[in-house]
């Protein structure tokens, strides 16, 4: 399978969320062991650069999935109605939309939880790699 093909397969999420856990892998001090000081800095620089890029890239996705979370009717809107207006002919269709709109706010919630993992591991790391690259 190609590169392609494996990226046709995976969603811009995945992608993003897979690109955070490579990041997170990295061992910067094993990256740099041994590499002349010039070097040694333009490393560190690519790594804090492409990391601060995957946290930026991973905010703003977050944000739209904040948004989508928030957007649209109360999915349990039905439930502070009165008997009578849950018992019409129309609520059940109501209900089973309202359903389906839980069930997609819950995946949504779940999605904007990895993010929100994967970055609480890197966000540290980012001022710490800041750190090393800063000039003393």
Known sequence: MTAAAREELLDGDDLLLGRLRQLSLIDLDALTFGVAA?????????YADDLADALMRARQR??????SIAAGPDPL??????????ARGG??????????????????????????????????????????????
């Open 91 to 136: 609520a059940g269709e109501a209900a089973s939309r309202l359903a389906a709109r839980l069930g997609d706010r819950a995946e949504t919630c779940r999605q904007l939880a990895r993010l929100d993992e994967a970055c609480a591991l890197l966000l540290p790391r980012l001022v710490e790699v800041d750190k090393k690259r800063a000039p003393r």
């Open 38 to 46: 010039e070097l040694r800095g333009e490393l560190v620089a690519a």
């Open 62 to 67: 977050m944000g739209e999935l904040v948004k």
């Open 77 to 86: 809107q039905l439930a502070s109605a009165p008997p009578e207006v849950r």
